[in-house]
């Protein structure tokens, strides 16, 4: 996370999509490998719907944004790469609902469309994608979903910001299947594992979350100091929803 920075988006390109005042955002970089785009964005719109419940304002930002300036801003390791950033702050509007595709566009059903399937692409049309090209297909064989690309700039990216959507459903129980069946399997990273919040993440939540610098750039009902107690509510409020 790059905070207080107005370099990256004090462009041509950044003007041309539209930004203005954004000083702080998110980096979103991974080891090179044929997968790493489709992870970056399976977990940066979690991390971009995450911020929204905290009352932020996120945007996706793949071109209009400085590269260079973004890379002197972070420590890369060899054989990483920078896809795009999350733009991070309060917007002066809250946006607009974009234009959005049918679902009968984005799919491919034989026989009648079971309702558990059309939550989830109703919940997959409200995923942001580059330029909103929405250039995805879901395939529905019995109870076992895919879905692929149909091209398009940072068609990888979208696919797992859709995937993302997809599986917020699933977690709601609507989907049916086991993981086995399902495309959304949790990812396993080289260097770490995303899973569900535990008590013991207290004490490291109480001793990252303690830092003048995360409070400055927060609404006020972020405490600073940032003490265990407030720690233990936050992780057990995660873990009771």
Same mark, same amino acid.
């Given at each position: 996370?790059?905070?207080? =920075?107005?370099?990256?988006?004090?462009?041509?390109? $950044?003007?041309?999509?539209?930004?203005?005042?954004?000083?702080?955002?998110? $980096?979103?970089?991974?080891?090179?490998?044929?997968?790493?785009? =489709?992870?970056?964005?399976?977990?940066?719109?979690?991390?971009?719907?995450?911020?929204?419940?905290?009352?932020? +304002?996120?945007?996706?930002?793949?071109?209009?944004?400085?590269?260079?300036?973004?890379?002197?801003? !972070?420590?890369?390791?060899?054989?990483?790469?920078?896809?795009?950033?999350?733009?991070?702050?309060?917007?002066?509007?809250?946006?607009?609902?974009?234009?959005?595709?049918?679902?009968?566009?984005? !799919?491919?059903?034989?026989?009648?469309?079971?309702?558990?399937?059309?939550?989830?692409?109703?919940?997959?049309?409200?995923?942001?994608?580059?330029?909103?090209?929405?250039?995805?297909?879901?395939?529905?064989?019995?109870?076992?979903?895919?879905?692929?690309?149909?091209?398009?700039?940072?068609?990888?990216?979208?696919?797992?910001?859709?995937?993302?959507?997809?599986?917020?459903?699933?977690?709601?129980?609507?989907?049916?299947? +086991?993981?086995?069946?399902?495309?959304?399997?949790?990812?396993?990273?080289?260097?770490?594992?995303?899973?569900?919040?535990?008590? =013991?993440?207290?004490?490291?939540?109480?001793? $990252?979350?303690?830092?003048?610098?995360?409070?400055? +750039?927060?609404?006020?009902?972020?405490?600073?100091?940032?003490?265990?107690?407030?720690?233990?509510?936050?992780?057990?409020? !995660?873990?009771?929803?």
């Amino acid at each position: 996370m790059v905070i207080d =920075e107005p370099k990256a988006f004090d462009s041509f390109m $950044a003007r041309y999509g539209k930004f203005r005042g954004v000083r702080n955002y998110i $980096a979103l970089i991974g080891q090179k490998s044929s997968a790493l785009d =489709e992870k970056i964005g399976y977990y940066g719109e979690r991390i971009a719907l995450y911020a929204q419940t905290l009352g932020l +304002n996120t945007c996706w930002v793949a071109m209009t944004f400085s590269k260079s300036v973004t890379k002197s801003q !972070c420590k890369m390791k060899s054989g990483e790469k920078l896809i795009c950033v999350l733009a991070l702050g309060y917007g002066e509007t809250q946006g607009v609902q974009h234009k959005s595709k049918k679902i009968e566009d984005v !799919c491919t059903v034989h026989g009648e469309m079971p309702v558990w399937f059309k939550s989830g692409l109703e919940a997959a049309l409200l995923a942001p994608t580059a330029t909103n090209q929405q250039n995805f297909l879901f395939s529905l064989e019995g109870n076992s979903v895919s879905v692929k690309s149909t091209g398009g700039f940072y068609a990888k990216v979208d696919l797992g910001i859709v995937k993302y959507h997809l599986s917020l459903v699933r977690e709601r129980n609507i989907l049916p299947g +086991n993981p086995e069946q399902c495309l959304l399997e949790r990812y396993k990273m080289k260097d770490f594992i995303l899973r569900e919040w535990r008590e =013991e993440d207290i004490e490291t939540i109480a001793k $990252a979350a303690n830092n003048p610098r995360i409070a400055q +750039n927060l609404r006020n009902t972020f405490p600073y100091p940032y003490t265990p107690e407030a720690a233990r509510w936050y992780v057990n409020d !995660c873990i009771s929803h």
